[in-house]
């Protein structure tokens, strides 16, 4: 079935390094990727986005890459900070006519003053 | 912020009871999508509203309905509740544009069945 799944739970990394938290959907149909960052006690919180006919899209301190070829999203964060802290999910949308967004079961970074 | 509020924040039931759960979307929004997210994992989606009309539904048994009111705001219902409707329940409200569907999330209500 459908699924989005990421490789590490748990990322630990130093203030001021580079994060990089990675997701695999296996739905090749899905054309629409979102990366969310979600802080406890709140609602995800949208970060960046990317359609399938890009293979990396930049935002402030942020890029996302999609490698279509092997389902592989990834989520850079340049100069990693203490409020970058928190829960990081990728959802993928397959289009049609209802634009449900699909989940992994997220990623935990935590920064390290 | 995103600017869709939800309410309550919190909530305690018991089994077998039944909840009903308020969001009001982002100004301009017309379509809400109403998420389950239990404690560990992703949001699963259990179904969406465009225009006041059910437009996807998720793998969601008939006891979990819901509303959407002409000013967009819409309700989640849940009947007969188990145990294992314990979670924080997300709006995420959406404008479609362009082929991108961006979608915002409010706070969520955690629910507690006991």
């Known amino acids: 079935g459908e699924s989005v799944g990421l490789h590490l739970p748990t990322l630990s990394v130093q203030e001021g390094d580079n994060s990089i938290i990675n997701c695999a959907y296996s739905?090749?149909?899905?054309?629409?990727f979102i990366w969310y960052k979600q802080e406890s006690g709140k609602g995800p919180q949208f970060i960046i986005d990317?359609?399938?006919?890009?293979d990396k899209r930049q935002g402030q301190r942020v890029t996302v890459l999609l490698n279509k070829t092997v389902k592989h999203l990834s989520l850079q964060i340049a100069a990693t900070q203490p409020g970058d802290s928190a829960v990081y999910f990728c959802a993928e949308n397959a289009g049609g006519a209802t634009n449900k967004l699909i989940f992994g079961t997220g990623t935990l970074l935590a920064v390290q003053p | 912020e995103t600017g869709v509020t939800q309410s309550p924040t919190h909530l305690i039931k018991t089994r077998g009871q039944q909840v009903t759960l308020r969001c009001s979307s982002q100004?301009?929004?017309?379509?809400v999508s109403w998420y389950q997210q239990a404690l560990g994992q992703g949001p699963q989606f259990i179904f969406q509203y465009y225009r006041e009309e059910e437009n996807g539904r998720g793998n969601f048994p008939p006891r979990f309905s819901g509303l959407q009111f002409p000013n967009y705001s819409s309700e989640l219902n849940v009947n007969a509740l188990e145990l294992d409707d314990s979670a924080l329940y997300l709006c995420?409200?959406?404008?479609?544009?362009?082929?991108?569907?961006?979608?915002?999330f409010g706070p969520g209500t955690r629910l507690t069945v006991t």
């Open positions: 990317i359609r399938s006919n890009m």
């Open positions: 995420a409200s959406s404008l479609t544009w362009g082929g991108r569907i961006e979608q915002y």
């Open positions: 100004s301009g929004h017309n379509t």
């Open positions: 739905n090749s149909a899905s054309d629409y």
